[in-house]
Structures are given as C-alpha cells and as structure tokens.
C-alpha cells in the first residue's frame, strides 16, 4: 500500500479490526519510510444491481452518492460517520438480497426513507424535502405529520 504522505511503498500493519458484518476491514498502517500512520480499508467487492432512474436510464450502483445524500441530511446533526456508514451498509445489504439484475432507484429511495426516521428524524425530513421534491409548504407539514404519527407524537 502506499503512503499517501511519502508514497513509499513499504509499510507495516500495525491494528486491524473487522466491522460488525465482517464485510470490512479496518487497517492502521505505519509507513516504514517516513514513519507517518494512515488507515485503509478492505471492503468485498460485490456485483449490485443496476438502478433504473425515473427516465429511463440506467446507472451503476454508486455507494458515495447516497453516504453524500445522508451525510447533508446529517449535517450539524449528533450522527457520527460510523452510523451513516452502517445504514448505507444497510442498503447494501438489501440491494444484495434484491436477487434481481436491476432495481428502481425509487424503491431505494423508499427504502431509505422507511429508515432514516430512526437514524434520526431531523435528517428524515431533509432527506424527504429533497426526495419528495415539495411543492408547498403543505405537503412539507403532511410530511411531518406522518413522521409525528408514526412516533405516536401526531395530534388526532
């Protein structure tokens, strides 16, 4: 591996820790060069299926996007990169069970909304005002509304 700080070549491994699925292998590494410490990290490589987009096209399944899309939801938020990076773990593991060549990105969209309330509610609601695409202030409160009652916190 090499060091990002020198680029040597040579290092050594000094911690390794495998994550809660033991689908990811976390490595603290010590460049024998220049005595620098970084971390990297080894992850299976795994076949998703294709999204389809609401116009039709088709796209490969791109990890960085959705932590990206979670991560401005999270923003100024109590949540630490480790419990986005489980939840998008999460959807991965459901696109690896979907058992089919392709997949409506509105159903991860769905999939990802029926989560991200326990993740954290706040972020929810961002992530919603951007994936629902709000027209009004209306269905923004509708939004919330739902939220409210499925936490049992809605007035009837």
């Not at 040597?8 to 410490?37: E, F, G, M, P, Y």
């Not at 080894?42 to 990206?68: N, Y």
């Amino acid at each position: 591996m090499k060091c990002p700080y020198c680029g040597h070549l040579d290092n050594k491994v000094i911690d390794s820790r495998i994550n809660k699925d033991a689908t990811i292998t976390r490595r603290r590494r010590s460049c024998l060069a220049c005595d620098q410490r970084f971390t990297t990290y080894e992850r299976l490589e795994v076949m998703f299926p294709m999204l389809v987009k609401k116009d039709g096209r088709r796209e490969a399944w791109d990890r960085h996007k959705l932590v990206v899309g979670i991560e401005k939801a999270c923003e100024k938020r109590a949540v630490s990169r480790d419990k986005i990076d489980e939840f998008v773990d999460d959807i991965e593991h459901m696109l690896q069970d979907y058992g089919a060549k392709e997949i409506s990105s509105s159903i991860v969209g769905e999939w990802v909304m029926e989560r991200l309330p326990a993740l954290d509610e706040v972020a929810y609601v961002r992530f919603a005002s951007v994936y629902r695409q709000f027209k009004d202030v209306d269905e923004f409160m509708s939004e919330l509304k739902n939220l409210l009652d499925a936490r049992g916190g809605g007035d009837d």
